[in-house]
């Protein structure tokens, strides 16, 4: 894949990653934004291969999101979840009627042999997304969540469990066997990559998978376009899931420094850029003492055109 | 499973036979009635395993078969489907969105290790059916229909080809090496049965399958419970399906001698009773010459109130 010029690499877990991903989607020329997506939350549940992560990336660039719920497709109905309850069956984990179809198109390609990468940019174009959805690998990986009461496996921790058993780690099972998407790899040869922007997504779960494939983030770092990281903690908190949460129960500040703090120590020389929110702009100098440019932005993604400003801010920053 | 005592055993495919089989749970008491059904058209579709049989049994037993359709739920609704045909996905096999409940769950229980039978029963128990209901067999069956455009996977030519093709035979790939549902076995083995019912189902994809279960029929055949088949061809017809047209391309007559004919040459001694109905009755010397006692009824099965009278039919000609 050689890709277009000034093309832009957004590496993204699920719902607010995807909220930047739309932002770029809009103001970006079609078939110039690359979403690399985080697959380690992926999972078979009832016989079928869910990849919550690229479903919302797929629902929320084709403006099927569901705004009410925050995940999962608009309109959606339950009459299968509500069957299955009826039947005495699994429904901690949510799949709604349209969802359904995803989940039921995806196993049935992959059982004739595609892979994830076919499937996934044949549903995006099926939605009529413009721009390019990459899983990171083709290869299983799988997080498990190390809690206080055991090993969980990340659906379980995060659906089911809601999230509130404390953390104290992360494995990510496969992770060493797993090889980048060879699409991003080979974009990333060519000249077409002009700025990497790692969305605002939970590190721990959604952006670390993705680094942590074997040699992955030094690519990243060696490669000419500067790497702009948009702190997904705005004024101590996640905007959305356990991100806050998870660096409380890890001993890390909960804050947009202890954000930072993560990605310079466990991947050191590889972001350039990273933007904060106005609200922490206190901690500009703090996080700059890491090595790392720090700009101050509004970056609470409400509506669109929130959105695309950040975005903007974010393409601006790069082209400077 | 030794079983209640004078317990009716029925054989039987879907539609046809699911209402004889209701016919009789109508009058028998809980427990007493052992419906064993055809698996030889279970297939996996959309990384689901589905037995389109048995489900039907499921459903008609418990008041909810879709009567406008004639298959699946009542009161069903698409969405699945219909989001499914705006990804460009396979929507030839129509899974409605309460239908799509059981087969998620059977597809889990199935992965979990659960055998077919205990996942049938549950579903059974689920669904508040107080008859029982046993899959033919545990081990993987497939049918393939040999048409002259070469062979056809059963639920293709099924469904997708709408029995279109016309067929030359029948595989049923895997059946050597099948054994009959163990809890069917031991119900046979003690003197819990009283009658065994070949319902109105296809011959040839519904209760041959079942038939062809390596030693089955003989253990049927050896039964000291009169073995009783009801005609599914009625006035040269089927009620529903493609036996009459089968029968026509594979050269039998296609009229309840035909029928009779298949059942006596394929497995002589089996039958004791063959019911045909009244407008059949001129058919009753030439069948009585194959070697079987012939009943004349009213075997068509449109209300419920037919279906008990049917069965109430069967039922005293065993009890006489």
Known sequence: MTGAPNSVLALSGGVGGAKLALGLADLLPPGQLHVLANTADDFRHLGLYICPDIDTLLYTLSGNANEVLGWGRAGETWNTMQALQGLGGATWFRLGDKDLATHLWRTAALERGEDLAQVTDKLARQLGIASLIHPMCEEKVSTTVHCAQGDLPFQQYFVKEQCKPAVSGFHFEGIARARPSSNVVSLLQGTAVAAIVVCPSNPFVSIDPILHIPGFWQVLRDHRAPVVLVSPIVAGAAIKGPAAKMMAELGLPVTAFGVAQHYCERY?????????????????????????????????????????????????????
Do not use: C, N, W
Not at 270 to 281: G, K, Q, R
Not at 289 to 311: E, F, H, N
């Open 268 to 320: 050191p020389g590889l972001l350039d850029y990273f933007v904060i929110d106005e609200s922490d702009a206190t901690l500009a100098r703090e996080i700059a003492g890491l090595g790392v440019q720090v700009r101050v932005a509004s970056t609470v993604m409400k509506s669109r055109d929130d959105k695309r400003r950040l975005a903007r801010f974010t393409l601006d920053l790069v082209a400077a």
